[in-house]
């Protein structure tokens, strides 16, 4: 926790507390903790930083949704299938095995960094750039989401995991997740938000991925090649890019998948992006919330994932092994099959070289 303040000479002066994550460990323990916090503090004067909202890609979400009409008619059930929002790392707890098992790969990722990005894709249109104005929306888009289901959830542990000393050897806490979020609104009924992160996979990255519906009448009998796609790559290597069928060069009228893309190593050269906690602290500074986490938002939150939790401390639901650098267990390619997901085949997008 740390608390800002800033006396200025006969102008009075304010005072700011900044709360880092993890916000407790489930409904209960962080409501206890707001309570805690709210007998010293006001909420305005609290600041509950998450640093994925600093991050540049998710702070242009609502810019790209809000200020292009390409997308307005675009974004909802109609037209989308699936939406993955997905955080990969390719190494383990790596010495932090003793704090991590505290918490789990739903504490530490899911239930706030990637349940962050869920609600700016998600959220409807705010009255304005104002933070309460954008923070309403967010809770609404929270509150919307329904009990999650057992069949719509796979956890896993990497092999090696419990061989840390820091680690007790009967250790149920998941370093793998793949869960299936459902919102029970007009515009997103019926599309799964696939939230899914791990350590020791096969690569490292963390991006927000749209798929579209197939499209109907398909006269190019391209469906088998992959769907539309709008990608954003939060991290590393930045960039949005679209996911397109296009026709193969040459004489034959034949299709290939390719793609329209914004890297902004190449595209905003000379460019430095400000570090995620450099951005927040500034906004502290400033007095700007729009970027840190409400009361009710942070309660709505724990309520979506408590039960599951519970459940997982309590022994009644096991992750599955997986292998060091794959990834992770096979039901979770399984699951999102379930869940309407198309993978590409023959299509890798390869960030361009400076």
């Known amino acids: 926790m740390l608390i800002c303040r800033l006396f200025v000479a006969n102008l009075g002066g304010w005072t700011r507390v900044v709360v880092e994550k993890p916000f407790g460990k489930d409904l209960e323990s962080a409501e206890e903790l707001s309570t805690q916090i709210g007998e010293l503090f006001e909420e305005p004067q609290i600041y509950r930083i998450d640093h994925y909202l600093g991050k540049e890609l998710v702070q242009n979400m609502l810019v790209l949704r809000f200020a292009n009409r390409l997308f307005l008619p675009l974004w909802n059930r109609d037209n989308i299938d699936n939406v993955q929002i997905v955080f990969r790392e390719d190494f383990g707890t790596e010495g932090r095995g003793g704090y991590f098992d505290q918490y789990g790969i739903i504490r530490d990722i899911i239930q706030n960094h990637l349940l962050q990005v869920l609600c700016l894709v998600a959220m409807e249109k705010p009255v304005s750039l104002k933070p309460e104005h954008i923070r309403d929306e967010k809770v609404k888009v929270l509150e919307s989401v329904v009990p999650i289901s057992d069949d719509e959830v796979v956890l896993g542990q990497y092999e090696g995991y419990r061989d840390d000393p ?101 595209r905003y050269q000379g460019v430095t992006i400000p570090e995620a906690y450099e951005r927040l602290i500034l906004d502290t500074i400033r007095g700007d919330q729009q970027h840190f986490v409400r009361r009710d938002e942070l309660k709505a939150s724990w309520k979506i994932f408590t039960p599951l939790l519970h459940r997982i401390d309590r022994g009644e639901f096991k992750p599955l092994p997986y292998k060091p650098g794959s990834r992770g267990p096979a039901e979770a390619d399984e699951l999102l099959r379930k869940a309407g997901y198309v993978q590409t085949h023959g299509y890798i997008w390869i960030p361009p070289t400076l």
């Open 166 to 266: 820091t680690v007790p050897d009967e250790s149920n806490t998941p370093t793998f997740a793949t869960v299936i979020l459902r919102i029970h609104n007009e515009r997103w009924e019926g599309v799964p938000f696939i939230l899914k992160a791990g350590k020791a996979l096969n690569s490292r990255k963390a991006e927000i991925r749209v798929q579209f519906k197939d499209v109907p009448g398909d006269i190019f009998k391209c469906q088998k090649q992959g769907r539309n796609e709008f990608v954003i790559r939060l991290q590393p290597s930045e960039a949005i890019y679209m996911k397109l069928t296009v026709k193969q060069p040459g004489l034959e009228m034949s299709t290939v998948q390719s793609e329209l893309d914004l890297s902004y190593g190449q």
